[in-house]
C-alpha cells in the first residue's frame, strides 16, 4: 500500500474530509488511506471569494471537502458559475480549461478541477490587472514528503 507523508508547521492548516485541522507544532504525518484534503495555500478562505473565478474554485473547493451535502452543493454551484463564466468570457482556453474542470469535477476528481480552476484565477487577476495568485502548493505524490508554503 502506498502512503503519503506531510510535513506541516505550526499554525498551519489542513483540511482532510471536510474537518479543519490547525497544528500547533512541527508535525509529519502519514495518510494511509484515500482522503479528501487541501492545506495551506490551497484552502481558500470565504474571505477571498471576491471575483467570478474565486467563485468556481470555492464552489468546487467545497465539492471536494466537504460533508456529503456541501459536496452536492458545491457542485451545483459550480456548474452555474462555469456556465456563467464561460458566456462572459471571450478567450476559448478558458472555456475549454473550465469544460475540463467540470467534467474531472463531475468524475469526482474535483482536486484535478481545483488545479485547473486556478488557471483560471491566473488568468482573471491578469485581466483585472491584480498582483499574481501566490502559487499553490503542489499536490504531493505518494511515498514523497509534501510541505505546505504558508510560512515560506
Do not use: W
Not at 505550526?10 to 482532510?16: A, H
Not at 458545491?74 to 462572459?88: E, M, P, Q, T
Amino acid at each position: 500500500m502506498s502512503t503519503l507523508v506531510l510535513e506541516l508547521r505550526p499554525g498551519e492548516v489542513m483540511i482532510v474530509n471536510g474537518a479543519p485541522i490547525r497544528f500547533r507544532t512541527k508535525t509529519r504525518l502519514e495518510l494511509t488511506a484515500h482522503a479528501r484534503f487541501l492545506f495551506g495555500k490551497q484552502i481558500m478562505a470565504p474571505d477571498d471569494v471576491d471575483s467570478p473565478a474565486r467563485r468556481i474554485y470555492f464552489a468546487l473547493q467545497s465539492a471536494y471537502i466537504g460533508t456529503s451535502l456541501e459536496r452536492e452543493n458545491g457542485l451545483v454551484a459550480a456548474r452555474g458559475y462555469i456556465a456563467a463564466f464561460k458566456d462572459s468570457t471571450t478567450s476559448q482556453l478558458a472555456r475549454e480549461i473550465l469544460d475540463r474542470a467540470l467534467t474531472a469535477a463531475e468524475g469526482d476528481n474535483c482536486y484535478q478541477a481545483l488545479k485547473l480552476v486556478r488557471r483560471i484565477i491566473r488568468h482573471e487577476d491578469s485581466v483585472l490587472g491584480r498582483p499574481e495568485m501566490p502559487p499553490p502548493d503542489h499536490p504531493p505524490r505518494s511515498d514523497h514528503t509534501a510541505r505546505s508554503m504558508v510560512d515560506a
